[in-house]
């Protein structure tokens, strides 16, 4: 792979836990990781156990097959051998062009060649919110797995499994862009570090306007595709993949970004073709991981019809459930400026009744054109995690909740396939913090079994 080891060099492991978080600050890039952010620095990996690191070691085969099918299931659809709800629901709101590159014979099996789930540790077990196939995180991953590893800790994936992934999804490209929009330029700096870390020979960051590519590069789509308008670069990149001059990933499939792909798994008019492509094992693991997911259709219900698991006969009687009864997550699907980074999400029993009912309405007049999904919320469990306070030059405890994101690359093609662990970020925030995302008074750190 040619991993550059400038970075790499042999040290003397710190002998407690003072001079371990102060090795693994001092080994922080001069230009940080994320522009702009910080978080509380974990002296250690968190603790997965053995259970946990066997589930997630073999989700990543699931989730790509359900990738699969899901894109199977779309084009089935848009051919009229699927029901044609599901394409139509799932183009809703795109523009033409878009759906037109989609839809390309080009682009046929294209899946995402990196998939993270959010996941959610809860008292039952897990539960996996959502997938994000244009993640955030990978370099600040690898930049922990390796740190960590030097400074005498064991994590997932090993020191370098996050580069080794990562560079394994492009095969024998010639170079690799690493293309950053404005809308993703906090990540900017993890990528620049991960090419470098790389071989900054093969591996660039490029930013919206570069267009010097060659044939037989690879291109890493590090912006959404609702933001191509201000990625001018984005046409010659698609016409390039299109035309088979360069590797492409993630594909631009918008049916990727839609979280009501949950949706689609537990509508029961679609469960033969579930069974079908992803096997009674796969589906029962996924539907037991996956949350109930509703799409909020504002289209009537027949009076004597209801809907699912929450016996409502009209959306509109979402708004009058009690707090208690809205342990409930209401988000827009995709394709938006509020689909990613915890944008855009409401917890019903967080907010007064007032509050939730401006947040069902505009879901329910957005449906149009950016569609919503509701899921069931399962509350995750406490946990403990030491940081290390450079203020008060001390070890402190944080009790709080942790989201997982491991990160899985997609090494082959075809039958031959197959899925990577190359790590396992733990976000854990304070316990009176709802939503868990990357914040200043979080712990980020790497897993370990």
């Not at 878009?98 to 390309?104: C, G, K, N, T």
């Not at 996956?290 to 027949?302: G, K, Q, S």
């Not at 069931?376 to 946990?383: G, I, S, T």
């Not at 994101?405 to 093609?413: E, I, K, M, T």
Request: charge should be negative; hydrophobic fraction near 40%.
């Amino acid at each position: 792979m040619g991993i550059n080891n400038v970075n790499a060099a042999s040290h003397n492991t710190p002998a407690n836990a003072a001079d371990r978080a102060r090795f693994i600050r001092e080994s922080l890039p001069l230009g940080g990781l994320f522009a702009g952010h910080e978080w509380h620095l974990a002296m250690d990996s968190f603790p997965l156990g053995p259970q946990l690191a066997r589930e997630l070691e073999s989700l990543g085969r699931v989730l790509l097959q359900f990738y699969r099918a899901a894109n199977l299931l779309h084009r089935r659809s848009a051919e009229g051998k699927q029901p044609e709800w599901v394409a139509h629901l799932l183009d809703q709101g795109k523009p033409a062009a878009l759906l037109e590159l989609q839809r390309d014979s080009a682009f046929k099996n294209d899946i995402p060649r990196i998939i993270r789930p959010d996941i959610l540790l809860t008292e039952e077990g897990f539960s996996i919110t959502e997938l994000d196939s244009v993640p955030g995180g990978i370099g600040l991953t690898a930049w922990l797995n390796e740190t960590y590893s030097r400074a005498g800790t064991t994590v997932t994936g090993g020191a370098t499994g996050m580069l080794d992934g990562f560079a394994g999804i492009f095969g024998d490209a010639s170079r690799v862009h690493l293309v950053v929009s404005e809308e993703s330029a906090t990540y900017r700096p993890e990528m620049e570090w991960l090419a470098g870390r790389l071989d900054s020979s093969k591996f660039m960051v490029q930013d919206s306007k570069f267009e010097g590519f060659a044939d037989d590069d690879a291109v890493y789509r590090f912006f959404e595709l609702f933001d191509l308008a201000n990625v001018p670069t984005s046409r010659a990149i698609f016409e390039r993949a299109r035309e088979k001059r360069l590797q492409l990933t993630p594909p631009a499939k918008p049916l990727f970004e839609e979280k009501l792909l949950f949706a689609l798994l537990w509508n029961r008019n679609l469960r033969p073709f579930w069974r079908e492509h992803l096997g009674e094992s796969f589906l029962e693991r996924l539907l037991r991981h996956f949350p109930y997911t509703w799409v909020l259709d504002p289209a009537p219900l027949p009076p004597h019809a209801g809907i699912p698991e929450l016996n409502l006969t009209d959306w509109q009687q979402l708004k009058t459930l009690s707090q208690r009864e809205r342990e409930l997550i209401l988000k827009v699907s995709g394709f938006s400026e509020k689909a990613w980074g915890a944008r855009g999400v409401h917890l019903g029993s967080d907010l007064s009744h007032a509050d939730w009912s401006t947040a069902v309405d505009e879901a329910l007049a957005s449906f149009p054109h950016s569609p919503h999904v509701l899921q069931r919320f399962h509350k995750p469990r406490l946990v403990r995690h030491e940081w290390f306070d450079f203020s008060e030059d001390r070890v402190k405890t944080l009790e709080g909740r942790v989201r997982l994101c491991p990160y899985y690359f997609v090494h082959g093609d075809g039958d031959a396939a197959r899925t990577v662990l190359g790590g396992v970020l733990a976000t854990i925030c304070p316990a009176d913090k709802k939503i868990i995302h990357g914040m200043r008074d979080a712990i980020l750190t790497p897993c370990k079994t």
